[in-house]
């Protein structure tokens, strides 16, 4: 008598093993980024409080306070507790999204935080989607015409400007263009309303940061691309295309290009997080308001609050952004999945 197989039996063994493997990676990285964000806690608590200076002190500068009125500021502050205590506070408070409140602006950290995050998002974003798409372009028909004056050009100019200081870039392109463009702000506080005039003054205002960071960002793609698509040029299956009698174009395009994508899909999300994180210099150079600009304000105070939640937010975006390039590497390229 013939019985019915169970669903179990008519799995493919291979499929099943190859569930329990993604299911055992994914838990394997997604306890790595939870155990590296409670290590960037830790260490934002500790280094902050390594700083030079006293918050207090800085805040009461040339005012008139006297011992009882200190003594009553640091208490508010919390200053005055014991540096396990703060930790605590600090720690707990973080899984009820309390960021504490910040001492410079008397408002909760987390609120300041999400004011200054769209101006960074914006400008690294719009950094990040042209120099994709410039650093792609450019690395294909670099290694396409290895050794051509192109390539030689191309290449050179990109090491130059990936070992250039983002800060020294930026003060560079404002005294280029002095009187072109805003040297600071987002916004100009004369612009008429109405949306297209104050989108228009926007622009102006992200013309030379987003400048700044693409400069740098580009390079690293074009020359990663670069690399990825020279590996693939003498592989077996562009031959076999070749004698197939397929045009050059259409086999760059078609398959040497996608394969050569795989490493610089995982640079770009890996990028993205270190792009967010490294935003501090430029902000800073061009008083654009945004995170960066957040932490070098805050730096003066020091303001721990805000220090703390700035970086832990900065450097948990470096960690959601490598997460994402692990499990997507592993997406596109089958050779990862095998093992």
Same mark, same amino acid.
């Given at each position: ?5 169970s669903?179990?039996?008519?799995? %493919?063994?291979?499929?099943r ?23 960037v ?17 800085? &805040? ?7 011992? *009882?009125q200190?003594a ?9 507790k ?11 408070? =973080?899984?009820?999204g %309390? ?12 609120d ?9 998002v ?5 950094a ?12 294909? !028909? ?7 004056a192109?390539?030689?050009?191309h290449t ?5 400007l ?12 404002? =005294? ?6 805003p ?18 003054? $926007?622009?102006?205002?992200l ?10 960002i580009y ?6 691309m ?6 693939? &040029?003498? *592989? ?11 045009? %050059?174009? $259409? ?5 040497a ?10 640079? =770009? ?10 935003? $501090? ?8 308001p945004?995170?960066?600009?957040l932490?070098?304000?805050a ?13 832990? $937010?900065?450097?948990?975006?470096? =960690?959601? &952004?490598?997460l ?5 590497? !592993?997406?596109? %390229? ?6």
């Open positions: 008598m013939t019985q019915a197989l669903g179990a039996e008519l799995t %493919d063994p291979d499929e093993r190859g569930g329990r493997s993604t299911g055992r990676f994914l838990l394997s990285r997604l306890g790595g980024a939870v155990g590296s964000l409670f290590l806690v830790v260490l934002g608590f500790l280094l902050f409080r390594m700083i030079p200076g006293d918050p207090v002190a800085t &805040m009461t500068r040339e005012k008139p306070f006297d011992p *009882a200190l009553r500021l640091r208490e508010r502050l919390g200053v005055d014991p540096l396990y205590q703060q930790f605590l506070d600090y720690f707990f408070g =973080i899984f009820r %309390d960021l504490g409140t910040s001492y410079a602006y008397n408002r909760p950290v987390s300041l935080i999400a004011e200054r995050f769209w101006p960074t914006l400008l690294v974003g719009t990040t989607v042209l120099a994709i798409a410039l650093g792609l372009w450019l690395g294909v !028909r670099a290694a396409w015409r290895r050794g051509s192109f390539d030689r050009t050179g100019i990109a090491l130059t990936w070992s250039v200081p983002q800060f020294w870039l930026g003060l560079l392109l404002l =005294i280029v263009t002095r009187g072109l463009f040297s600071g702000g987002m916004r100009s506080p004369d612009t008429p309303p109405g949306f297209l005039p104050q989108t228009l003054d $926007v622009l102006r205002h013309a030379l940061p987003c400048l700044t960071l693409l400069a740098v390079a690293q793609y074009m020359l990663v670069r690399s990825s698509l020279l590996g693939e &040029m003498n *592989a077996d299956y562009l031959t076999t295309a070749r004698a197939k009698g397929l045009r %050059d174009d $259409v086999v760059r395009r078609r398959h290009v996608p394969n050569a994508l795989l490493p610089t899909v995982t640079l =770009i999300f890996l990028q993205f997080g270190l792009v967010v994180s490294g935003t $501090v210099t430029v902000e800073a150079v061009f008083s654009w945004g995170l960066g600009y932490t070098y304000q730096l003066r105070v020091p303001d721990l609050p805000l220090l703390q939640g700035v970086f832990v $937010v900065l450097a948990g975006s470096v =960690i959601v &952004m490598n994402v390039a692990e499990v997507l590497y !592993r997406v596109l %390229d089958p050779r990862v999945r095998a093992q």
